[in-house]
């Protein structure tokens, strides 16, 4: 379900903090983000970063269930970033929110949308950098997404943002002109 800007980043920022509450701090861990994935029909799913008290950065998939008036939230797999060997975009040229996570098995995931699953590599990036001082292996992705730059304070979003404004000109633009 897609919702207005502002709503979901509202909802966004109660489920982050109900997933912490519940998921992460009693486990000593701090959730540095999180997005919905398509993984089965039933019932809700989250690819979910977070960092331990010792420094190391899980990645989660957390399953949603609904009783009553109260959400659960469960640990269904796993893994640690430094594990990872490859994130794949499996196709940086169109709009698809397709990814793989290369570990000694490939994970094949399917973010809500291309924005984030964009949001999750760059979350990734970030703190393979932060936390163990190497570059993340990244194909099929545009960097341009990807790394921070000058414009961005919030993660590249801006940039993004920007980036799809000046195309959609463009497009306009070129469907304007008269073709002789």
């Not at 109660?14 to 861990?29: N, S, T, V, W, Y």
């Not at 089965?40 to 609904?66: N, P």
């Not at 570059?135 to 993004?160: H, Q, W």
């Amino acid at each position: 379900m897609q919702f207005p800007g502002i709503l979901w980043s509202a909802m966004s920022s109660l489920i982050k903090e109900e997933m912490q509450k519940k998921i992460f701090r009693p486990d000593g861990q701090c959730l540095d983000e999180f997005i919905e994935i398509v993984y089965s029909a039933q019932g809700r799913y989250f690819l979910c970063v977070s960092v331990t008290k010792g420094q190391e950065v899980q990645i989660s998939l957390l399953k949603h269930t609904r009783s009553n008036l109260d959400d659960k939230y469960e640990k269904t797999e796993t893994w640690l970033l430094k594990d990872l060997v490859l994130l794949d975009g499996r196709e940086s040229d169109t709009d698809n929110p397709h990814f793989d996570m290369h570990y000694d098995k490939i994970y094949t995931l399917e973010a809500l949308s291309c924005a984030a699953k964009y949001a999750f590599a760059r979350c990734l990036v970030q703190l393979s950098r932060r936390y163990y001082k190497k570059e993340l292996k990244i194909v099929n992705f545009d960097t341009a997404y990807i790394e921070p730059t000058s414009l961005s304070s919030n993660r590249g979003d801006c940039m993004v943002l920007m980036q799809i404004c000046f195309y959609a000109f463009n497009l306009v633009c070129l469907s304007l002109c008269p073709v002789s």
